[in-house]
């Protein structure tokens, strides 16, 4: 059984910064897409970023604030976000493809706000 849970959110200033952390389990880690999306209050989930056999692509509001990156041996996925804005509150969620079916963890809240 699939399962991604996520950890990390928080209440963060303006400027501030938050690690994501994704845990999977049932799933062989070193082989799958790993992405980070969210939804903001009224708005569409949207990608956030992406990693896959090496490369990694960001949404352009995030880029150079916002970093991908994956601990293979420890099933752990990660998102470091810095310089943290409002318009960034939103819930987050860990997301991977594994043979054809897409998996999505709970999600968690961060909320930017001074």
């Known amino acids: 059984q699939v399962r991604l849970v996520e950890s990390g959110g928080g209440l963060v200033q303006p400027g501030g910064s938050l690690r994501l952390s994704c845990q999977a389990s049932?799933?062989?880690?070193?082989?799958?897409?790993m992405a980070w999306y969210r939804q903001a209050p009224g708005k569409e989930r949207e990608l956030v970023a992406r990693?896959?056999?090496?490369?990694?692509n960001y949404a352009d509001s995030v880029k150079g604030r916002f970093t991908i990156s994956r601990w293979n041996n420890y099933n752990t996925g990660y998102l470091q976000m810095n310089s943290l804005k409002p318009e960034d509150t939103a819930v987050y969620y860990c997301?991977?493809?594994?043979?054809?079916?897409?998996?999505w963890g709970q999600g968690t809240q961060v909320t930017v706000s001074s």
């Open positions: 049932g799933i062989n880690w070193k082989i799958t897409p």
């Open positions: 990693t896959s056999a090496g490369l990694s």
């Open positions: 997301n991977t493809d594994y043979y054809s079916r897409t998996f």
